[in-house]
């Protein structure tokens, strides 16, 4: 099990989106096939299991990669979340 260094999820660095970028990388790939909420509850429970973060600071890394561009999300169907690609690279 990995440990990244994650004292305060209000203050995720660079470096910490990066490293939990490459663990998800590593499981998923650079395109995950998933409906929204699916993709980001896979991402958080992979970050969860791989690193010593909590369920919670999983979820807000997941929130922090998508918000900083890390982590998209590109729907079948526009306006519709059940289906479609997330892509999973540097912002």
């Given amino acids: 099990m990995a440990n990244l ?18 663990f998800l990388r590593a ?7 998933a409906s929204y909420f699916r ?17 919670l600071e999983s979820e807000q890394m997941v929130d922090a990669l998508e918000t900083r561009g890390w982590l998209q999300f590109w729907p079948s169907q526009p306006i519709r979340l059940e289906a479609g690609l997330w892509t999973l690279g540097a912002a």
């Fill in 5 to 22: 260094p994650f004292t305060n999820v209000r203050k995720i660095n660079e470096n910490q989106i990066t490293r939990a970028a490459q």
């Fill in 27 to 33: 499981e998923f790939g650079f395109r995950h096939t």
């Fill in 39 to 55: 993709g980001k509850t896979r991402f958080r429970d992979q970050l969860h299991k791989d690193t010593a973060m909590s369920s």
